[in-house]
Nanobody
Framework: HVQLVESGGGSVEAGRSLRLSCAAS????????MGWYRQAPGKEREWVTA????????FYTDSVKGRFTTSRDNAKTREYLQMNNLGSEDTALYYC???????????WGQGTQVTVS
């Protein structure tokens, strides 16, 4: 079965960086799109970024533009989220998500915690 496993979360001071990774397995094709979501305590889950497999195009929510960068490895089985200049507003549980197509994320990881103080 399909699995997405995130890693790389942790606790850092404001202004520092973290790099999250998402390893995908069990899917026999290439995901059309992979993305990152996050959910802060007491808030709804929000979309953060996405990368399209066919074009390599990337998209970011306004609050992270210029600070976060998403990428994928050549095999397209790993997705990364480089987060720079972190602030307390970035504290959240970060989820990796994958879409086989049609614009809907059907697969989700278990999340990795990012805490910025």
């Amino acid at each position: 079965h399909v699995q997405l496993v995130e890693s790389g979360g942790g606790s850092v001071e404001a202004g520092r960086s973290l790099r999250l990774s998402c390893a995908a397995s069990g899917y026999p094709y290439t995901f059309d799109c992979m993305g990152w979501y996050r959910q802060a305590p007491g808030k709804e889950r929000e979309w953060v970024t996405a990368i399209h497999s066919s074009t390599g195009s990337t998209f970011y929510t306004d609050s992270v533009k210029g600070r976060f960068t998403t990428s994928r490895d050549n095999a397209k089985t790993r997705e990364y989220l480089q987060m720079n200049n972190l602030g307390s507003e970035d504290t959240a549980l970060y989820y990796c998500a994958a879409s086989p197509g049609g614009g809907k994320y059907e697969y989700w990881g278990q999340g990795t915690q990012v805490t910025v103080s």
